[in-house]
C-alpha cells in the first residue's frame, strides 16, 4: 500500500533525476531504469507515475516551464518601470536557479528533440510565446511597435544563444557575464522615442 502523500513527491524526485541524468549525458538518450535509480524508485514505480519515458520527458520540460514562468511571474510584480521589467525577465532567465548546468543541458535536449517532437515543440513555443509577452510587457511602452517586437526578438535570440553557448563550454555557467551582455545590448536601445517615429 503506497503511503499517502508520496506520490507528488516521487514525480519530483523522478523529475529531478531527469534533470540531473540529461545534464549529465548532455543528451535525451537516458532511461527509465537509469532515472528511476537516480530518484530512489523502482523502474517499475518510474513508470506506473509516468507511463513511458516520452511521459516523463514531457513533465519535466512542463516542470521546467512551469518553474521559469512562476519565477518569471514574482520578478515581474516586483518590477516597478517597464525598463525593470525587461530586465526582470532577464535576470530570471539567468538567475542561479535557472542557469544551471544541469538546466541548460536538459534546455538544449529539449530544443533538439523538439525536432522530432510534436509535444515538445508544442511546449517550446509555450515557452517562446511567454519570453516574448513578458519582454513586449517592458518594451511596448518604451518603443515604437516595429522597434519594440525586434528588440524582444533580440532579447530573447541572445538568451537562448547564451545557454547553448554556455551549454558548449566545459565548467560552470557565468550568469553574470551572460545577463551583462543582454543588458548591455538593452543599455544601447534608443529606449523613450515611442511616438517619435
Keep these: 500500500m503506497p503511503k499517502v502523500g508520496m506520490q507528488p513527491l516521487r514525480r ?3 523529475i529531478d533525476a531527469t534533470i540531473l541524468a540529461i545534464g549529465e549525458r548532455g543528451s535525451l538518450d537516458v532511461t527509465m531504469s537509469e532515472i528511476a535509480g537516480r530518484a530512489g524508485v523502482s523502474s517499475a514505480l518510474a513508470h506506473h507515475y509516468f507511463g513511458a519515458k516520452d511521459d516523463l520527458l514531457e513533465a519535466t520540460m512542463r516542470y521546467l516551464l ?12 516586483a518590477a516597478q518601470t517597464p525598463l525593470q ?26 530544443y533538439v528533440e523538439a525536432q522530432k517532437s510534436q509535444a515538445l ?16 510587457s517592458g518594451l511596448a511602452p518604451l518603443l515604437p511597435p516595429a ?9 530573447a535570440a541572445l538568451i537562448d544563444g547564451l545557454y547553448i553557448r554556455r551549454a558548449l563550454r566545459d565548467g560552470l555557467p557565468d550568469a553574470a557575464t551572460a545577463a551583462a551582455l543582454v543588458e548591455a545590448y538593452l543599455a544601447n536601445l534608443p529606449l523613450g522615442t515611442k511616438g517619435r517615429a
Design 12 to 14: 519530483k524526485a523522478l
Design 121 to 136: 515543440r508544442r511546449l517550446l513555443r509555450v515557452y517562446a510565446r511567454r519570453l516574448h509577452s513578458n519582454l513586449m
Design 85 to 110: 521589467r525587461v530586465s526582470a525577465v532577464v535576470a530570471v532567465n539567468f538567475s542561479e536557479k535557472q542557469f544551471r548546468s544541469e538546466t541548460i543541458a536538459a534546455w538544449l535536449a529539449f
Design 66 to 77: 512551469t518553474e521559469l514562468n512562476a519565477d518569471a511571474r514574482l520578478a515581474l510584480r
Design 147 to 155: 522597434q519594440a517586437e525586434r528588440a524582444a526578438e533580440t532579447i
